[in-house]
Nanobody, 124 residues
Framework: QVQLVESGGGLVQAGGSLRLSCTASGRTFTSYAMGWFRQAPGKEREFVAA????????RYADSVKGRFTISRDNAKNTVYLQMNSLKPEDTAVYYCAADDTRVGFTTPQRYNYWGQGTQVTVSS
């Protein structure tokens, strides 16, 4: 089992940047691929980015490709989401999740463990 804690959310103006962090505790971090998802009010949770267990494979939603970067530091048990050129439509609660197949799928149903979420608000 793994516990996930996100941090780094906040309020930023459009065009600005934020870096989210998600630190894991419990089972060995390299046992998991990691993903970031987000959920805006009244909308379903949607995939943002994923990274496999080694960091060698990454996936992005089309809506964030070229603006967001997912990375992981296995020595620090942490996955990051660098978000640049933020837009008001990026406003949501962002969740990190762990996938014990180590692949890093794009569907939330594939993920076994979830953090509590961190709010990101982008003002226009």
């Amino acid at each position: 089992q793994v516990q996930l804690v996100e941090s780094g959310g906040g309020l930023v103006q459009a065009g600005g940047s934020l870096r989210l962090s998600c630190t894991a505790s419990g089972r060995t971090f390299t046992s998991y691929a990691m993903g970031w998802f987000r959920q805006a009010p009244g909308k379903e949770r949607e995939f943002v980015a994923a990274i496999n267990w080694s960091g060698g494979v990454t996936r992005y939603a089309d809506s964030v490709k070229g603006r967001f970067t997912i990375s992981r530091d296995n020595a620090k048990n942490t996955v990051y989401l660098q978000m640049n050129s933020l837009k008001p439509e990026d406003t949501a609660v962002y969740y990190c999740a762990a996938d014990d197949t180590r692949v890093g799928f794009t569907t939330p149903q594939r993920y076994n463990y979830w953090g509590q979420g961190t709010q990101v608000t982008v003002s226009s």
